[in-house]
C-alpha cells in the first residue's frame, strides 16, 4: 500500500522537529556541561566527596562557573577532584580562593562552592590547585546529636534527682528555701553587706581626694615634688650630714678633756682639787688691788708736785686737741 502525498509530508514534519529538538536538547547540556565553551582544569583534594559525582556544578560566588571533570581517589583520606572551569572566570578566583562540597539545596545534587579568599593573592591559572574545605557528613552529623541527645538526658535525669531533694528539703538549697529564720538572716546580712560597702565606697572616695589634694603645689608633698626644692632639700642635709660631723669631732674633744678633768690632769683640776693655791691666788690679787690704789694715789700726788705739774698739763692740753 502506497503512501499518499499528506502521510508523506507529515513524515518528514516529524522527523525535521524531532531532529531539532535532539538538536536542542544536546546544545542544552552541551552548554551546562561546558562542552562548547572554552575551558580550564582546576584541581581540588578532599577527604570526602559526601556524594559527589562527575558533570555536578561548580560555583564560584553563588554563579556556576563550571562542573566537575572527573573523580580519582588516590587513597583512603585523598580524593582527587579536576574541574573544568570557564576561561573567563580564572581571573576573578585567587590562589587563597578555598573549594567546599555543598547540596543544591536541601534534596539537590551536590555541587563544589568556591568560597572567595580575603587576600590579595594572584588569580590561580589551569592547572593548579586550590585549597579545600571538608564540612561534616550528614552521618557525622547525626552521631553528634545522637552523643548530645544522650547527654541532655543524662543532665536531664541529675537536674530532676537535685529538683526532687531540693523540694524534700534535703542539702544546703532546700533548707534555704524551707527554712524561714535563716531567710531573714542571710537578708539581714545582704543589708550589712549593702551599708558596709556604701561605706567603703565613701571611704575610697574620700581617700581619692585625699590623694588628689597630695598632688597639688600648696601642701608638702606637692612642694617636694618640685626640682628645685628636691635640690635645696638635698644640699641641706649634706650640710645636716657635715655639721654632724664636726658636732660629733667636737663632743669627742670635749669628752676627752672632761675625762682628763675627772681623772686629774690640766690646770682646771689642779685649781679645783688645791683650795690652798686658790687662796694665794685671792691674796695676790688682793694685793695687787691695793698695791693698784696706792699707785693711783701716787700718780695724784705727782701731778700736784711743782716739778712735774707742767708735764702733766702740757699731757692735758695735747689731749685736749685730739679730741677736737
Sequence with gaps: MEKTDQQKIRLGLFI??????????????GNKQNL??????????????SGLQVGNNVRYAG??????????????????????????????????????????????????????????????????????????STDEMLKTLDVTNKNAALLTADLLKITHEINKGNGTVGV?????????????????????????????????????????????IGVLKDKEVASQMKTIITNLEK?????????????????????GKGAINYLSNNPKLVQQIDSTITNVNKASIKLNEDLEALKHNFLFRGYFKKQAKEKAKQGK
Design 243 to 263: 655639721s654632724s660631723t664636726e658636732i660629733d669631732k667636737v663632743v669627742t674633744n670635749l669628752n676627752a678633756t672632761i675625762t682628763n678633768i675627772k681623772e
Design 176 to 220: 534555704l528555701l524551707r527554712d524561714s529564720l535563716m531567710a531573714q538572716d542571710l537578708k539581714a546580712t545582704m543589708n550589712y553587706l549593702k551599708e558596709t560597702t556604701k561605706g567603703t565606697t565613701a571611704s575610697v572616695a574620700n581617700l581619692n581626694k585625699m590623694i588628689a589634694d597630695l598632688n597639688q603645689k600648696d601642701n608638702v
Design 16 to 29: 525535521i522537529i524531532g531532529s531539532l529538538f535532539f538538536l536542542a536538547a544536546i546544545y542544552f547540556v
Design 63 to 136: 554563579m556556576d562557573i563550571g562542573t566537575v571533570k572527573s573523580i580519582e581517589m588516590v587513597n583512603d583520606t585523598t580524593i582527587n577532584v579536576s574541574m573544568a572551569i570557564e576561561d573567563k572566570m580564572l581571573i576573578h578566583i585567587k590562589k587563597d580562593a578555598i573549594a567546599t562540597i555543598g547540596s543544591d539545596g536541601l534534596v539537590g545534587n551536590m555541587i563544589i562552592n568556591i568560597i572567595p579568599g580575603k587576600g590579595n593573592e594572584n588569580a590561580v591559572i589551569p592547572g593548579d590547585i586550590i585549597q579545600s574545605y571538608s564540612k561534616s
Design 36 to 49: 562548547f565553551g572554552n575551558t580550564s582544569n582546576l584541581k581540588a583534594v578532599f577527604g570526602n566527596v
